[in-house]
């Protein structure tokens, strides 16, 4: 199986800051990344495709970037509604498989 | 707009099995995969396997090869996951989502929409 790798458990921020979230997989993936947000309570929500294509509705204060092995999710300037945790998902296999995820909490 | 709307909360003892169903309404069913992902409390989101309506078999997690079982009824456009011999460390919040593209045409889908979750305590 491919592993997804997110390197912080936790990020601690401030309203406005840029924030930027990473995603290793242990194998390349190509482009073939999902990111999504979680709130507590909530089903994930999609923000991300295909490493960097937004989601309709999704603001565009969030972008994704990368290929291969390495991947971010950027929220240029975080918001009160951003403090959530996000995940990554590859999809370069049909065995799915998520990141740990990343929380985003107030600094 | 596709929704997914999932069965009720279940407490079941540890031994036994669970059901649970993801209804879609709305959209398209059979060519798109519904896949099933778990959260333990506190953890991180696990996908355990998915299945295509109009193919109908389903593909699993190792984790989980020879406990669970995903089965989807065109007819009534739901699908299932059924997990067996429970165990306390299956309790969590279990999410059904849908591939965000047809996944009859490829096997690289994104998941989106997602269920309300349903949430399976596991209790002596």
């Known amino acids: 199986d491919i592993q997804m790798t997110q390197s912080h458990s936790t990020l601690s921020a401030s309203v406005g800051d840029r924030v930027i979230i990473t995603c290793r997989a242990s194998?390349?993936?190509?482009?073939?990344l999902a990111w999504y947000q979680q709130k507590p309570g909530k089903a994930p929500k999609l923000l991300i495709y295909k490493a960097s294509s937004l989601e309709s509705g999704v603001p565009s204060r969030f972008s994704g970037s990368g290929s291969g092995t390495e991947f971010t999710l950027t929220i240029s300037s975080l918001q009160p509604d951003d403090f959530a945790t996000y995940y990554c998902?590859?999809?370069?296999?049909?065995?799915?498989?998520f990141g740990g995820g990343t929380k985003v909490e107030m600094k | 707009q596709v929704q997914l709307v999932q069965s009720g909360a279940e407490v079941k003892k540890p031994g036994s099995s669970v059901k649970v169903s993801c209804k879609a309404s709305g959209g398209s069913f059979s060519s798109y995969a519904i896949t099933w992902v778990r959260q333990a409390p506190g953890q991180g989101l696990e996908w355990m396997g998915g299945i295509i309506p109009i193919f109908g078999t389903a593909d699993y997690a190792q984790k989980f090869q020879g406990r669970v079982t995903i089965t989807a009824d065109e007819s009534k456009r739901t699908a299932y996951m059924e997990l067996s011999s429970l165990r306390s460390e299956d309790t969590a919040m279990y999410y059904c989502?849908?591939?965000?593209?047809?996944?009859?045409?490829?096997?690289?889908?994104?998941?989106?929409?997602w269920g309300q979750g349903t949430l399976v305590t596991v209790s002596s």
């Open positions: 194998q390349s993936i190509g482009d073939w």
């Open positions: 989502a849908r591939s965000g593209i047809e996944a009859a045409a490829t096997n690289r889908y994104w998941l989106d929409p």
């Open positions: 998902q590859q999809y370069n296999s049909y065995l799915l498989t």
